[in-house]
Protein backbone atom coordinates (compact mmCIF):
# COMPACT_ATOMS: atom_id res chain seq x y z
CA UNK A 1 0.00 0.00 0.00
CA UNK A 2 1.38 3.84 -0.99
CA UNK A 3 2.31 5.44 2.13
CA UNK A 4 1.36 9.33 1.88
CA UNK A 5 1.23 12.50 4.03
CA UNK A 6 -2.35 11.30 5.26
CA UNK A 7 -1.01 8.46 6.83
CA UNK A 8 1.08 10.46 9.44
CA UNK A 9 -0.72 9.70 12.89
CA UNK A 10 -1.37 13.40 15.25
CA UNK A 11 1.35 14.76 16.50
CA UNK A 12 -0.25 16.80 19.02
CA UNK A 13 1.94 17.24 22.04
CA UNK A 14 5.22 16.46 20.16
CA UNK A 15 8.06 18.85 19.57
CA UNK A 16 10.04 18.30 16.24
CA UNK A 17 13.23 19.64 15.12
CA UNK A 18 13.98 20.20 11.09
CA UNK A 19 17.05 20.87 10.09
CA UNK A 20 17.46 23.17 6.64
CA UNK A 21 13.79 23.51 7.01
CA UNK A 22 13.85 27.28 4.93
CA UNK A 23 13.49 25.37 1.92
CA UNK A 24 13.17 22.38 -0.09
CA UNK A 25 12.83 19.10 1.27
CA UNK A 26 13.33 20.58 4.83
CA UNK A 27 10.26 23.15 4.29
CA UNK A 28 8.06 20.23 3.60
CA UNK A 29 8.89 18.13 6.45
CA UNK A 30 8.22 21.07 8.56
CA UNK A 31 4.75 22.04 6.51
CA UNK A 32 3.58 18.28 7.13
CA UNK A 33 4.53 17.72 10.71
CA UNK A 34 3.01 21.24 11.66
CA UNK A 35 -0.27 19.77 9.51
CA UNK A 36 -0.11 16.79 12.03
CA UNK A 37 -0.22 18.69 15.22
CA UNK A 38 3.69 18.99 16.35
CA UNK A 39 5.42 21.88 17.42
CA UNK A 40 8.37 22.43 14.87
CA UNK A 41 11.17 24.23 15.16
CA UNK A 42 12.31 25.37 12.07
CA UNK A 43 16.04 25.33 12.37
CA UNK A 44 18.11 27.29 9.32
CA UNK A 45 20.94 29.05 8.53
CA UNK A 46 19.20 31.86 6.58
CA UNK A 47 16.48 33.35 8.85
CA UNK A 48 14.89 35.46 5.85
CA UNK A 49 13.99 32.36 3.95
CA UNK A 50 13.15 30.49 7.65
CA UNK A 51 10.80 33.64 7.93
CA UNK A 52 9.27 33.40 4.43
CA UNK A 53 9.20 29.74 5.10
CA UNK A 54 7.13 29.93 8.56
CA UNK A 55 5.25 31.99 7.02
CA UNK A 56 4.10 29.95 4.35
CA UNK A 57 2.85 27.53 6.60
CA UNK A 58 1.09 29.69 8.55
CA UNK A 59 -1.06 30.65 6.12
CA UNK A 60 -2.33 27.09 5.24
CA UNK A 61 -2.40 26.23 9.05
CA UNK A 62 -2.71 29.29 11.37
CA UNK A 63 -2.79 27.11 14.47
CA UNK A 64 0.62 25.94 13.12
CA UNK A 65 3.22 25.81 15.89
CA UNK A 66 6.63 27.12 14.83
CA UNK A 67 9.78 28.23 15.86
CA UNK A 68 12.49 29.80 14.12
CA UNK A 69 16.08 29.01 15.51
CA UNK A 70 19.59 30.06 13.69
CA UNK A 71 21.57 27.07 12.61
CA UNK A 72 24.90 27.72 10.86
CA UNK A 73 26.00 24.02 10.47
CA UNK A 74 29.34 25.32 9.05
CA UNK A 75 29.86 26.57 12.83
CA UNK A 76 30.07 24.55 16.02
CA UNK A 77 29.65 27.64 17.77
CA UNK A 78 26.11 28.57 15.97
CA UNK A 79 25.40 24.51 16.43
CA UNK A 80 26.13 24.73 20.28
CA UNK A 81 24.27 28.16 20.56
CA UNK A 82 21.25 26.79 18.97
CA UNK A 83 20.55 23.68 20.32
CA UNK A 84 21.00 25.10 24.05
CA UNK A 85 18.02 27.88 22.82
CA UNK A 86 16.09 25.12 21.38
CA UNK A 87 16.52 22.85 24.70
CA UNK A 88 15.77 26.36 26.98
CA UNK A 89 12.34 26.32 25.17
CA UNK A 90 11.62 22.56 24.79
CA UNK A 91 13.21 20.22 27.52
CA UNK A 92 11.82 17.31 25.75
CA UNK A 93 11.99 16.63 22.26
CA UNK A 94 10.63 13.70 20.28
CA UNK A 95 11.30 14.20 16.53
CA UNK A 96 15.19 15.10 14.74
CA UNK A 97 15.14 15.30 11.15
CA UNK A 98 18.94 15.94 10.44
CA UNK A 99 17.56 17.03 6.81
CA UNK A 100 20.27 20.05 6.05
CA UNK A 101 23.03 19.74 3.34
CA UNK A 102 25.00 20.86 0.48
CA UNK A 103 26.17 19.33 -2.40
CA UNK A 104 29.20 18.85 -4.46
CA UNK A 105 30.28 22.29 -4.06
CA UNK A 106 33.64 23.66 -5.03
CA UNK A 107 36.01 23.33 -1.80
CA UNK A 108 35.98 25.38 0.90
CA UNK A 109 36.13 25.03 4.80
CA UNK A 110 34.29 25.45 7.38
CA UNK A 111 34.45 28.36 10.18
CA UNK A 112 36.53 25.38 12.11
CA UNK A 113 37.94 24.73 9.47
CA UNK A 114 36.60 21.26 8.00
CA UNK A 115 35.82 20.20 4.37
CA UNK A 116 32.40 21.87 4.05
CA UNK A 117 30.43 19.27 2.87
CA UNK A 118 31.45 16.66 5.45
CA UNK A 119 31.27 19.90 8.19
CA UNK A 120 27.76 20.03 7.25
CA UNK A 121 26.62 17.62 6.30
CA UNK A 122 27.95 15.63 8.77
CA UNK A 123 30.18 17.20 11.81
CA UNK A 124 27.47 20.01 12.58
CA UNK A 125 24.37 17.19 12.72
CA UNK A 126 26.89 14.99 14.81
CA UNK A 127 27.43 17.59 17.25
CA UNK A 128 23.48 19.24 17.01
CA UNK A 129 22.57 15.60 17.62
CA UNK A 130 24.63 15.04 20.91
CA UNK A 131 23.80 18.24 22.35
CA UNK A 132 20.41 17.39 21.75
CA UNK A 133 20.49 14.30 23.38
CA UNK A 134 19.59 14.77 26.56
CA UNK A 135 16.06 16.50 25.41
CA UNK A 136 15.71 13.53 22.72
CA UNK A 137 16.35 10.89 25.53
CA UNK A 138 13.25 12.74 27.58
CA UNK A 139 10.58 11.76 25.62
CA UNK A 140 9.42 8.00 25.54
CA UNK A 141 10.14 7.32 22.10
CA UNK A 142 12.76 9.75 20.51
CA UNK A 143 13.33 9.60 16.46
CA UNK A 144 16.35 11.06 15.02
CA UNK A 145 16.87 10.52 11.50
CA UNK A 146 19.69 11.21 9.02
CA UNK A 147 18.96 12.12 5.26
CA UNK A 148 21.55 10.42 3.35
CA UNK A 149 21.61 9.91 -0.43
CA UNK A 150 22.07 7.33 -2.88
CA UNK A 151 25.90 9.10 -3.47
CA UNK A 152 26.70 7.20 -0.43
CA UNK A 153 26.81 4.01 -2.62
CA UNK A 154 29.34 5.75 -4.48
CA UNK A 155 30.99 6.76 -0.95
CA UNK A 156 34.21 5.70 0.36
CA UNK A 157 34.46 5.62 4.43
CA UNK A 158 36.39 8.25 6.06
CA UNK A 159 39.86 8.22 5.90
CA UNK A 160 40.95 9.28 10.00
CA UNK A 161 44.00 10.48 7.91
CA UNK A 162 42.82 12.96 5.84
CA UNK A 163 38.95 13.56 6.73
CA UNK A 164 39.13 16.22 4.89
CA UNK A 165 40.42 15.26 2.01
CA UNK A 166 43.38 18.02 1.73
CA UNK A 167 45.44 17.19 -1.85
CA UNK A 168 42.44 14.77 -3.20
CA UNK A 169 39.30 16.79 -3.26
CA UNK A 170 36.67 16.50 -5.72
CA UNK A 171 33.22 17.58 -5.47
CA UNK A 172 31.69 14.24 -6.31
CA UNK A 173 33.94 12.45 -4.36
CA UNK A 174 33.54 14.79 -1.32
CA UNK A 175 29.70 14.16 -1.43
CA UNK A 176 30.02 10.59 -1.40
CA UNK A 177 32.10 10.58 1.83
CA UNK A 178 29.33 12.99 3.42
CA UNK A 179 26.76 10.42 2.53
CA UNK A 180 28.12 7.88 3.35
CA UNK A 181 28.90 9.02 6.70
CA UNK A 182 25.35 10.05 7.32
CA UNK A 183 25.10 6.50 6.83
CA UNK A 184 27.24 4.84 9.46
CA UNK A 185 26.24 7.66 11.67
CA UNK A 186 22.31 6.57 11.71
CA UNK A 187 23.33 2.17 12.30
CA UNK A 188 25.89 3.44 14.54
CA UNK A 189 23.98 5.36 16.94
CA UNK A 190 21.10 2.53 16.86
CA UNK A 191 24.14 0.10 18.04
CA UNK A 192 24.58 2.14 20.86
CA UNK A 193 20.98 2.94 21.89
CA UNK A 194 20.46 -1.13 21.85
CA UNK A 195 23.23 -1.66 23.88
CA UNK A 196 22.06 1.07 26.57
CA UNK A 197 18.73 -0.32 26.39
CA UNK A 198 17.27 2.74 25.28
CA UNK A 199 13.85 3.35 23.73
CA UNK A 200 15.29 5.54 21.02
CA UNK A 201 15.45 5.49 17.32
CA UNK A 202 18.06 6.23 14.53
CA UNK A 203 16.77 5.35 11.04
CA UNK A 204 18.31 6.27 8.04
CA UNK A 205 16.16 8.28 4.86
CA UNK A 206 16.82 9.70 1.35
CA UNK A 207 14.65 11.19 -0.99
CA UNK A 208 15.79 9.86 -4.45
CA UNK A 209 15.88 12.19 -7.22
CA UNK A 210 13.57 15.45 -6.09
CA UNK A 211 13.41 18.17 -7.64
CA UNK A 212 14.37 21.11 -4.99
CA UNK A 213 16.56 24.34 -5.17
CA UNK A 214 19.69 21.45 -3.96
CA UNK A 215 20.92 21.33 -7.51
CA UNK A 216 20.49 24.85 -8.23
CA UNK A 217 22.66 25.39 -5.52
CA UNK A 218 25.32 22.81 -6.98
CA UNK A 219 25.47 24.66 -10.01
CA UNK A 220 26.18 27.71 -9.19
CA UNK A 221 28.32 26.99 -5.87
CA UNK A 222 30.58 24.41 -7.71
CA UNK A 223 31.47 27.35 -11.14
CA UNK A 224 28.85 24.68 -12.70
CA UNK A 225 30.49 21.80 -13.87
CA UNK A 226 29.09 19.15 -16.81
CA UNK A 227 27.78 16.73 -13.78
CA UNK A 228 26.13 19.06 -12.13
CA UNK A 229 24.20 20.66 -14.80
CA UNK A 230 23.80 17.35 -15.71
CA UNK A 231 21.53 16.36 -12.17
CA UNK A 232 19.96 19.89 -12.51
CA UNK A 233 18.48 18.94 -15.60
CA UNK A 234 17.60 15.73 -14.46
CA UNK A 235 15.84 16.46 -11.34
CA UNK A 236 14.15 19.28 -13.45
CA UNK A 237 12.82 17.26 -16.02
CA UNK A 238 12.28 13.81 -14.33
CA UNK A 239 12.81 14.55 -10.58
CA UNK A 240 10.11 14.07 -7.99
CA UNK A 241 8.76 17.31 -6.14
CA UNK A 242 10.02 18.72 -3.00
CA UNK A 243 6.97 17.07 -1.42
CA UNK A 244 6.80 13.72 -3.04
CA UNK A 245 10.64 13.47 -2.15
CA UNK A 246 10.02 14.80 1.69
CA UNK A 247 8.07 11.69 2.01
CA UNK A 248 10.33 9.09 3.15
CA UNK A 249 12.00 10.76 6.14
CA UNK A 250 8.83 12.18 7.16
CA UNK A 251 7.99 8.62 6.95
CA UNK A 252 11.13 6.96 9.35
CA UNK A 253 9.92 9.79 11.65
CA UNK A 254 6.51 9.49 11.79
CA UNK A 255 5.55 5.95 10.97
CA UNK A 256 4.53 3.67 14.05
CA UNK A 257 5.79 0.37 12.31
CA UNK A 258 9.10 1.82 11.43
CA UNK A 259 11.99 0.64 13.69
CA UNK A 260 15.02 1.68 14.47
CA UNK A 261 17.93 1.22 12.39
CA UNK A 262 15.64 0.99 9.56
CA UNK A 263 16.10 2.71 5.87
CA UNK A 264 13.84 4.75 3.91
CA UNK A 265 13.55 5.74 0.02
CA UNK A 266 11.58 5.54 -3.09
CA UNK A 267 10.39 2.21 -3.97
CA UNK A 268 12.24 2.52 -7.26
CA UNK A 269 15.62 3.65 -6.43
CA UNK A 270 15.59 7.41 -7.01
CA UNK A 271 11.48 7.60 -7.45
CA UNK A 272 8.00 6.75 -6.18
CA UNK A 273 6.40 6.55 -2.55
CA UNK A 274 8.98 5.75 0.41
CA UNK A 275 9.33 2.12 1.01
CA UNK A 276 11.89 0.01 3.56
CA UNK A 277 15.28 -0.43 1.90
CA UNK A 278 17.39 -3.09 2.90
CA UNK A 279 20.36 -2.07 5.05
CA UNK A 280 23.32 -3.46 3.87
CA UNK A 281 25.62 -4.68 5.95
CA UNK A 282 28.93 -4.80 4.17
CA UNK A 283 32.19 -6.11 5.15
CA UNK A 284 34.06 -3.43 6.92
CA UNK A 285 31.16 -1.71 8.08
CA UNK A 286 31.59 -1.98 11.96
CA UNK A 287 35.04 -0.36 11.77
CA UNK A 288 33.89 2.46 9.24
CA UNK A 289 31.41 3.67 11.84
CA UNK A 290 33.86 3.33 15.04
CA UNK A 291 36.46 5.13 12.65
CA UNK A 292 33.82 7.53 12.28
CA UNK A 293 32.86 8.05 16.07
CA UNK A 294 36.78 8.26 17.05
CA UNK A 295 37.15 11.37 13.62
CA UNK A 296 34.25 12.93 14.55
CA UNK A 297 34.52 13.26 18.28
CA UNK A 298 37.90 14.66 17.78
CA UNK A 299 37.06 17.29 15.22
CA UNK A 300 34.25 18.97 17.22
CA UNK A 301 35.62 18.15 20.49
CA UNK A 302 31.59 16.55 21.22
CA UNK A 303 31.45 13.00 22.96
CA UNK A 304 28.36 11.17 21.82
CA UNK A 305 28.00 9.03 24.63
CA UNK A 306 24.41 8.20 25.18
CA UNK A 307 25.06 6.63 28.41
CA UNK A 308 25.88 10.03 29.35
CA UNK A 309 23.96 12.93 27.37
CA UNK A 310 25.38 15.83 27.40
CA UNK A 311 28.94 15.41 27.44
Known amino acids: MTWTA ?11 VVTG ?42 DAALDLVPLDLASLASVRHAADEIIATHPTIDLLINNAGVMAISERRTEDGFEMQFGVNHLGHFALTSHLLPALLRAPAPRIVSVSSTAHHVGRAVDPENPNLEGKYEPWKAYGQSKLANYHFAVGLQQRFDEAGLPAASLLAHPGLSDTDLQETSVRESEGGILHR ?7 STGMTAERGALSQLRAATDPTAKGGEFYGPAFVNNGPPVRKPVLRIMGLQSSIETLWQVSEKATGVTLDVSSPGS
Open 21 to 62: ANGGLGFETARALARAGAHVVMAARNQKKAQSARDRILAEQP
Open 230 to 236: FFLWLAR
Open 6 to 16: SDIPSLTGRVA
